[in-house]
């Protein structure tokens, strides 16, 4: 399965990012997916997580209200919407297969 993660770039604080993930190789609807970020000189970390179909959605406390993850199934394609974005979020974001492999990051730039 190849996951390649798009929509990155760079934003003042407080714009709004779209991040998408296209899923290939696979059947999309078997996984479960996410978004981790990992910040220069600090661990990888969980962003947000979506169910199969989209019923159970799970963010990390620090982007809670201010992202959305979501996915189209018939697209092959996972997102994540960014919004009131902070300095703090500024990080290479990974999406990935819950409990499987990631794809190449998508770097995200929040200026104060």
């Known amino acids: 399965v190849q996951l390649q993660a798009s929509g990155g770039g760079s934003v003042q604080a407080g714009g709004s990012l779209r991040l998408d993930c296209v899923v290939s190789?696979?059947?999309?609807?078997?996984?479960?997916m996410g978004w981790f970020r990992q910040a220069p000189g600090k661990e990888r970390e969980f962003v947000a997580s979506i169910s199969r179909f989209g019923g159970r959605n799970y963010f990390a406390d620090p982007v809670t209200g201010r992202f959305a993850i979501s996915r189209d199934n018939a697209k092959n394609t996972l997102y994540l919407q960014m919004n009131s974005l902070k300095p703090e979020d500024t990080a290479v974001y990974y999406c990935?297969?819950?409990?499987?492999?990631r794809g190449q990051g998508t770097l995200v730039t929040v200026s104060s």
């Open positions: 990935a297969l819950i409990g499987g492999g």
């Open positions: 190789g696979g059947t999309f609807t078997r996984y479960s």
